[in-house]
Structures are given as structure tokens and as C-alpha cells.
């Protein structure tokens, strides 16, 4: 895995909330999955890509459904806390691998659909989220979909943030954890220069399990030209 410094602190940062915190949102599916099987379902997807996997509670969810799932991050701890976890769950079609978003190891056109949840806001620039894109658009075959979601600016942890390098915000209560927060029209945008945008909602997910209120995220289903 190809990796900067920058984005090394934020691997570090998230392998070390997996190390003390473990399952962070639970072992329940989130609500972006939820909504994303059905449409995946309709598609006939069978090659999925998930970006930003953490310990595969969406990746574990799509491949009991019979997926074929390649999952990737980039701290260590969480894809450790996946492999225990998922262990004895012989016969899912799944594969976790250490992987950066922006240089991703993975063959042009090789995914039917591309998923990625609460993720992409952690890019922390334009250029970072843009870069992101071109790889979800350079790993999905011609016609094929994403399901995104990324943090909104109605998200309740931004207050009393504090501006850092490239427009992210680094979270009051929790230092480290930097977060790009983007109008719904900019996030389409960029969407719109590389893709086909079927559909742009809010979703809500609470924060964690260690924190009782709701986070609020962009969610946009997308699809390659073909
Ligand atoms: C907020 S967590 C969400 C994890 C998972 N999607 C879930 O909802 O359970 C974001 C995850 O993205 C990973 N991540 C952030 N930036 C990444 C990058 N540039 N490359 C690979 N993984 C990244 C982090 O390590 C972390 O596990």
C-alpha cells in the first residue's frame, strides 16, 4: 500500500479507535446497506467493492446475501477485528485487503458496484474526495453503480469544530478525527463530472455506540456511463 504521512495519522487514528472501542457502530448492517441491498439485488450485482470497511459490518452483511465482496481499509486494527470476527463464517465469498482509497491495488472495470459508507469525508480536501472518485469510476465496469455516503454539514459533531489543513474540520471532543463537510449541491457536483447521479438523499445513523445521537450524511447512488 502506497501511503503518505498525512493519511498514515489517519490510518493510525482509526486503528487505534478500533483497538479501544472494537465494534464502534455495532455488528448490525447500517442503514446505507440496508437500503443499498435491494438495488444491488435489481442490478444483479456480483463483484462488490467496499471502501473504507472498517471491522466488515457492511461487508459481512453483502456477502451473507451471496455477493462476491472485495473489502478494503487502510488501519490494520479494524481488518484484524474482521478477520476474528468472521472467522468461523465459512462459506462467504470475501476478501479483506489493505488498501488506500486514492491508490487502490485493484484492476481497472473489475466491480459491478462500488459501496462506501461514512468514508469519503475522511479524504480531507476537495482534491482528496475528486481523486476518490476517479478511482470508484476507474474500478467499476461501464454501466456499473456506487451507493456512497459521506458526513453533511447538519451533522451535530461538527459544532465547536476547528478548521485544518485542506477545508476539513477536526473534531472538538475527539481529536484526530478530521471530517470534510460539503453542501449536498458541491458533493453532486463532483459526482455529476464523472458519473450519472440516480439519486441524492440524507440518511441519519447514530454516531457510535458510545455517543445516543444521530450523525446526518449525504447518501448518493451513482452509475458509470456506459
Ligand atoms: C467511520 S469508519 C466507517 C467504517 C465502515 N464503513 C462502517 O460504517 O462500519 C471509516 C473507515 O474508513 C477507513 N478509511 C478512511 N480513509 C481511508 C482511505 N483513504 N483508505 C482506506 N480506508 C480509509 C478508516 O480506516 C475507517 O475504518
Redesign the pocket.
Known amino acids: 500500500m502506497q501511503i503518505d504521512n498525512t493519511?498514515q495519522k489517519?490510518?493510525d487514528f482509526?486503528?487505534q479507535r478500533?483497538r479501544s472501542e472494537q465494534f464502534?457502530?455495532g455488528q448490525e448492517p447500517?442503514p446505507c446497506a440496508e437500503d443499498a441491498l435491494p438495488h444491488f439485488r435489481a442490478w444483479g450485482v456480483r463483484r462488490l467493492l467496499?471502501?473504507?470497511?472498517?471491522?466488515g459490518?457492511?461487508a459481512r452483511y453483502f456477502a451473507s446475501e451471496g455477493i462476491d465482496v472485495t473489502a478494503?481499509?487502510?488501519?490494520r486494527e479494524?481488518l484484524d477485528l474482521a478477520q476474528s470476527w468472521l472467522n468461523d463464517q465459512h462459506g462467504l465469498s470475501l476478501r479483506l485487503e489493505l488498501?488506500?482509497?486514492?491508490t487502490l491495488n485493484l484492476p481497472d472495470a473489475g466491480f459491478d458496484a462500488v459501496f462506501?459508507?461514512?468514508?469519503l469525508h475522511?479524504?480531507m480536501s476537495v482534491q482528496g474526495l475528486e481523486q476518490?472518485f476517479d478511482q470508484i469510476h476507474r474500478v467499476l465496469k461501464p454501466g456499473g453503480h456506487a451507493c456512497i455516503s459521506m458526513r453533511s454539514p447538519g451533522d451535530p459533531s461538527r459544532t465547536g469544530s476547528t478548521q485544518v489543513e485542506g477545508g476539513a474540520a477536526e473534531l472538538s471532543f475527539r481529536p484526530g478525527h478530521k471530517v470534510l463537510y460539503l453542501p449536498q449541491d458541491q458533493v453532486r457536483t463532483l459526482l455529476e463530472k464523472r458519473f450519472g447521479v440516480l439519486e441524492m438523499t440524507e440518511m441519519m445513523e447514530r454516531e457510535s455506540m458510545a455517543k445516543d445521537y444521530d450523525v446526518t450524511l449525504h447518501y448518493a447512488i451513482v452509475e458509470r456511463p456506459g
Open positions: 493519511f489517519i490510518a482509526w486503528s478500533y464502534i457502530w447500517s467496499i471502501l473504507g470497511c472498517g471491522y459490518r457492511d478494503v481499509d487502510f488501519a479494524g488498501d488506500h482509497i486514492l462506501s459508507h461514512r468514508t475522511l479524504l476518490a
